[in-house]
Nanobody, 126 residues
Framework: QVQLVESGGGLVQAGGSLRLSCAASGRTFSRQTMGWFRQAPGKEREFVAGITWSGDSTGYADSGKGRFTISRNNARNTADLQMNSLQPEHPAVYSC???????????????????WGQGTQVTVSS
């Protein structure tokens, strides 16, 4: 069992940065692939970024490539998402998620993630 709590969301102007953090409890964090997803009102949840259990491989949605960086610290049970050059968009809830897969590639499908946090709101104003 893994419990996840996100922090770091808020209101930021276009071009600014935010760092989201995901704190995990449970002894299996180091064996979980971690992902960040976002969901805007009325829209489906979409993949943002992910990192394998070892930290050796990362994956990003096209919208975040070159601007977002995901990282993890297995000693501290945290997975962070650094978002730079944020663009104006509808407010969305960003959630971290954990998948028990231990492969070498990051899964993009939300169905492979078993544990979810409550999410943190991110709003980028123009």
């Amino acid at each position: 069992q893994v419990q996840l709590v996100e922090s770091g969301g808020g209101l930021v102007q276009a071009g600014g940065s935010l760092r989201l953090s995901c704190a995990a409890s449970g002894r299996t964090f180091s064996r979980q692939t971690m992902g960040w997803f976002r969901q805007a009102p009325g829209k489906e949840r979409e993949f943002v970024a992910g990192i394998t259990w070892s930290g050796d491989s990362t994956g990003y949605a096209d919208s975040g490539k070159g601007r977002f960086t995901i990282s993890r610290n297995n000693a501290r049970n945290t997975a962070d998402l650094q978002m730079n050059s944020l663009q104006p968009e509808h407010p969305a809830v960003y959630s971290c998620a954990a998948s028990p897969t231990m492969g070498t590639l990051v899964p993009f499908s939300s169905r492979t993630y078993h544990y979810w946090g409550q999410g943190t709101q991110v709003t980028v104003s123009s």
